[in-house]
């Protein structure tokens, strides 16, 4: 058989030809596009046009129905008041594979999305009053949330537009260990509806890695703080983690600036002799299976019922 049209060997009407007659095309897409990526789409804004396009194009894509379309591609190029697209279809017409390209464009309006809107005008939904070591570039902020940073004494104050955003800040300083406290304020009505203002005050910790606490019957030292913290058994030197929810309410023993230096002056199969460096006394320790050599330099742990060799 030849197309009848331009007499190309086939079966029937060619696909060239038939897409001739029955163009697969786009119909008219409009949206607004604001400068951080977000845009408009039939009243509703979405974020980041660039990984949409696709989705957008294929809502609006008109194709015969004697066309199977199995893939599509877009290339697109922006400018100032549309978005220019190269589309690349492929797919089945009469049974046989087709690969095809076609022009199109998408009328685009600039305008400031309700988040830019927000940062341009100083509106702020929560305030971080963030009191901690870390310098904030370690705390990867977003900037699409953040409309203002004061330096106070002891820190910094980050007001940002999205209560959901500070909280998740305040989640991830919760699982390490900080002191985290959230206060609202009532600040006045929309819509019927109260609107508060959040306050999140974030910080340090009141035990670090390298500190000594009483959880339960046992004193750990902190090795490596998270949500679950690497810990040590002073007495048995057994490691494991334990919930950084359940260390908040153990008692801390010692810092880790409080450990002394000693020095080994007697091993015995029973005792173990060590002079505290610091105030020139003796203690005797019983010996459990300590590997301990005379003159070895060591860290003591003292608390007020025991001496603990580290």
Not at 15 to 44: A, H, W
Not at 123 to 145: G, H, S, V, W
Request: with cysteine.
């Amino acid at each position: 058989m030849f197309c009848p049209k331009c007499g190309k060997k086939g079966y029937g009407l060619c696909i060239d030809c038939f897409l001739e007659e029955n163009p697969v095309g786009l119909r008219d897409i409009k949206l607004s596009l604001c400068t951080c990526g977000n845009y408009l789409y039939r009243g509703r804004w979405s974020k980041n046009i660039t990984d949409s396009i696709e989705k957008v194009v294929e809502k609006n894509l008109t194709v015969p129905s004697e066309i199977k379309l199995e893939s599509m591609r877009i290339l697109p190029k922006f400018r100032s008041d549309r978005i220019d697209l190269e589309v690349w279809i492929s797919g089945r017409y009469m049974g046989e594979e087709f690969r095809k390209r076609f022009n199109s464009y998408i009328k685009i309006r600039r305008r400031e999305c309700p988040d830019c809107s927000k940062l341009s005008s100083g509106y702020y939904e929560a305030i971080i009053q963030l009191r901690i070591k870390k310098p904030l570039t370690d705390l990867n902020l977003d900037p699409r949330f953040v409309s203002n940073i004061k330096k106070v004494k002891g820190g910094f104050d980050i007001y940002v537009t999205s209560t959901r955003y500070a909280r998740q800040i305040k989640k991830k300083f919760d699982n390490l260990g900080f002191r985290v406290k959230e206060s609202q304020k009532l600040i006045g009505k929309k819509k019927g509806k109260e609107v508060y203002r959040t306050s999140i005050s974030i910080k340090e910790p009141d035990f670090g890695e390298g500190d000594f606490l009483r959880h339960n019957k046992e004193i750990i030292q902190i090795l490596r703080l998270g949500k679950r913290t690497l810990c040590r058994d002073i007495v048995t030197k057994k490691r494991k983690t334990i919930g950084i929810s359940s260390l908040k309410k153990s008692k801390i023993i010692a810092k880790r600036s409080d450990l002394r230096e000693g020095i080994v002056t007697l091993v015995s199969p029973k005792e173990v002799q060590i002079l505290d460096l610091q105030d020139n006394e003796t203690y005797e320790i019983k010996n459990e299976n300590m590997d301990l050599e005379l003159g070895q330099e060591i860290k003591i742990l003292k608390t007020s019922r025991n001496i603990y060799i580290l």
